[in-house]
């Protein structure tokens, strides 16, 4: 089946600094990535939207300049978060649609997670 | 896309089935009911998806009521990995928008 891979799983970082995180869709052509947040006990919210290619769509109240997001290509888009705070603690999910999805009956395939620790 | 309301937690014996409901009212008639759970500190596992007729896969079985207004997911023998957070999402055609989610169930399957 599809599978979308992301890294780091887990990532420690000092205020200030800034942290990417990745996600490569490893045997289907990710033609848009979607990309959440979970903060403990709640539910995933969506931050942006994103075509290979083209500018992202951030969803409202998410800082486009502070949450950077690239999808350069048809397999990786990455995430930046620029200048992390301790608020930007969170788990975040990328998610991938596209053609070529091997056994992908619904179309949407997600990955791991990645926690962000800002100290 | 449609707004879903499903109970805060439930709990099931293992080896017994979970039904978990799902209440959207406001479908549409191009929109799908997809179910996905969210196993602790992981990204969501997809389950299963319609659009009227009711599903069965090798995870769970898909009712959908004839006016389409509720559905329920059932995994018809809960074990103690199935406890995690499912998520009933609605959402518009086959195209690829984003998927919004809601608060979910809170499934705890007991030994």
């Known amino acids: 089946g599809a599978v979308v891979s992301q890294h780091p799983s887990r990532v420690i970082c000092k205020s200030g600094t800034s942290v990417k995180i990745e996600c490569r869709s490893l045997?289907?052509?990710?033609?848009?990535m979607f990309w959440y947040r979970q903060f403990p006990k709640q539910s995933l919210m969506l931050m942006a939207t994103?075509?290979?290619?083209?500018?992202?769509?951030?969803e409202q109240g998410v800082e486009k300049d502070k949450f950077l997001i690239n999808h350069a290509s048809l397999t990786l888009s990455t995430l930046t978060v620029t200048s992390a705070h301790p608020e930007d603690s969170s788990f975040y999910i990328c998610?991938?649609?596209?053609?070529?999805?091997?056994?992908?009956?619904?179309?949407?395939?997600f990955g791991s997670g990645t926690r962000l620790t800002v100290v | 896309d449609a707004k879903t309301t499903q109970p805060t937690s439930m709990d099931c014996a293992e080896g017994r089935a979970a039904n978990l409901p799902c209440n959207h009212s406001?479908?549409?008639?191009?929109?799908?009911v997809y179910w996905y759970r969210q196993i602790h500190s992981q990204g969501p596992q997809y389950i299963i998806h319609?659009?009227?007729n009711n599903e069965t896969n090798e995870m769970a079985s898909l009712i959908i009521t004839e006016d389409r207004k509720s559905s329920t997911l059932i995994l018809p023998h809960a074990t103690l990995r199935d406890t995690a957070v499912y998520y009933c999402?609605?959402?518009?055609?086959?195209?690829?928008?984003?998927?919004?989610f809601g608060q979910g169930t809170i499934l705890t399957v007991h030994p």
């Open positions: 998610s991938a649609t596209g053609s070529g999805a091997a056994g992908v009956s619904n179309g949407y395939t």
């Open positions: 045997d289907f052509q990710a033609t848009t």
């Open positions: 994103s075509n290979e290619g083209s500018k992202a769509t951030y």
């Open positions: 406001t479908i549409s008639g191009n929109e799908y």
């Open positions: 319609g659009l009227k």
């Open positions: 999402i609605v959402k518009g055609g086959t195209s690829y928008g984003k998927l919004t």
